[in-house]
């Protein structure tokens, strides 16, 4: 078990890990934040729960026991509505960034059924979902949008997205779809939470934040904070439900203030055993409908993958997913790899023409050791794109990207 601190966690206490554990938590740190700006995979960010006024009075709870309870609780129905938000303070481009993001994401099939297409619109704005499971074979999250509908429903060994907006169905099966890329459209501040929790060492700081009630239950509030300067992250809430270890609500604030750039919570939630009927699903007349073995033979229009260089098997490099090398420790780790590009980076100057000015405008210009290159930056995460084209991406600030590229050379 990792180290949490509390009033009676040590730091020496908190120190105890072993090889394999720290190696999952360094990607998980990794992958908290990518998944936030969509470079690895479509995610969505949750607003905060309705809080009723007062907080409880609950039995007294240590980090330990929280997060043990956390680990133990096993929930196996449930129906709710979360309300969906993100503040990740990127640049105004006059609604194209959103249009970038769908296309980044879209399937090989292009279809607006494709989830992986879908979830990554949930990057900016503030949205509302529905969500209800009963076990691991049915699961249903809705997007409820203006005068639209969007659902992606596992019903035992089918998987079915429909856009009622474009009238489109996609279908595959659970097979196909994996629970690996299940994974990738996280839906409930639960998911959120288990990604946060694997990625504590003794570089983090966990403590119980007092109680409070989010859609009318009791609860204990977790906080995670780093111990570390040079990140982004200031810290992260987890609201745990008191009777079923539940995380109801998840809150990242940044480390310069201001608004969460994700906060997460239900503003109703029942345990109850949702109707069957719930799950089940079966294509309007006229539907366009693509099949999932379909659109993996039509050109692909996702993320381009990152190198595979492998990583060092000592010292503070470790694999990340998708091939990426982590460099450093604790919340200061940065993700790095090589785009690849055989022109360099990203065009800049009057060489770029129309393009180079425009990222120019939008990113901050940086040299050192390493040579040119330009940082991209939001509220969590930053990415210096070097004129060589090698890429440096994480929760830290611009400087620690500048450093950590000097230092590769």
């Known amino acids: 078990m990792a180290p949490y601190e509390s009033d009676d966690t040590t730091a020496d206490d908190a120190m ?10 360094k990607a998980a740190r990794y992958v908290v934040p990518v998944a936030v700006v969509g470079v690895a995979a479509a995610t969505i960010g949750l607003v905060p729960a309705l809080a009723d006024s007062g907080d409880p009075d609950l039995p007294k709870i240590t980090a330990q026991q929280l997060i043990d309870k956390i680990a ?23 609604g194209l960034e959103s249009g970038l993001l769908s296309g980044a994401g879209q399937g090989g099939g292009g279809s607006s059924a494709d989830p992986q297409s879908k979830f990554t619109e949930l990057l900016t704005g503030s949205h509302t979902l529905r ?23 596992h019903d035992g060994k089918d998987v079915w997205g429909y856009d009622s907006k474009s009238d489109e169905v996609y ?8 629970k690996e890329q299940r994974e990738k459209t996280p839906a409930t501040p639960k998911d959120f939470a288990d990604e946060a929790l694997k990625s504590v060492d003794d570089t983090t700081s966990v403590t119980v934040d007092g109680t409070v009630q989010v859609a009318g239950r009791d609860a204990y509030k977790l906080l995670v904070k780093p111990k570390q ?10 609201a745990v439900d008191a009777k079923t270890g539940m995380p109801l609500k998840f809150t990242l604030t940044p480390a310069s203030g201001g608004a969460a750039v994700l906060d997460a919570g239900f503003t109703q939630v029942s345990f109850a055993k949702p109707a069957a009927s719930t ?15 379909d659109a993996g033979k039509a050109p692909g229009k996702g993320f381009p993958q990152p190198g595979k260089g492998a990583p060092k098997s000592e010292g503070d490099l470790a694999k990340g997913a998708d091939g990426f090398k982590v ?18 980076g990203l065009p800049s100057g009057s060489g770029g023409g129309d393009l180079g ?30 004129d060589d084209g090698k890429v440096y991406v994480g929760a830290v600030t611009k400087n620690a990207l500048v450093k950590a590229a000097d230092a590769a050379r």
């Open 171 to 178: 279908h595959g099966t659970a097979e196909q779809h994996g």
């Open 229 to 238: 300067s040079g990140t982004t992250v200031g810290a992260i809430s987890i």
């Open 279 to 293: 799950f089940h699903f079966t294509p309007p007349k006229g539907a366009k409908v693509t099949q999932q073995d």
């Open 357 to 386: 000015g425009f990222l120019g405008s939008i990113g901050d210009h940086v040299t050192g050791k390493f040579g040119k290159g330009t940082v991209f930056s939001t509220r969590l995460v930053n990415a210096l794109i070097t």
């Open 72 to 94: 133990k609780s096993d929930v196996q129905q449930l129906s709710g509505t979360v309300r969906v938000s993100t503040d990740l303070g990127l640049p105004d481009l006059g």
């Open 16 to 25: 105890v890990d072993d090889t394999a554990a720290a190696g999952r938590r």
């Open 131 to 153: 969500v209800a499971a009963d076990g691991p074979d049915r699961q249903k999250v809705s997007l409820i949008e203006r005068a639209a509908e969007y659902s992606l429903i």
């Open 327 to 344: 460099i450093g420790k604790g919340w200061n780790s940065i993700a790095t790899f090589d785009s690849g590009s055989e022109g360099g």
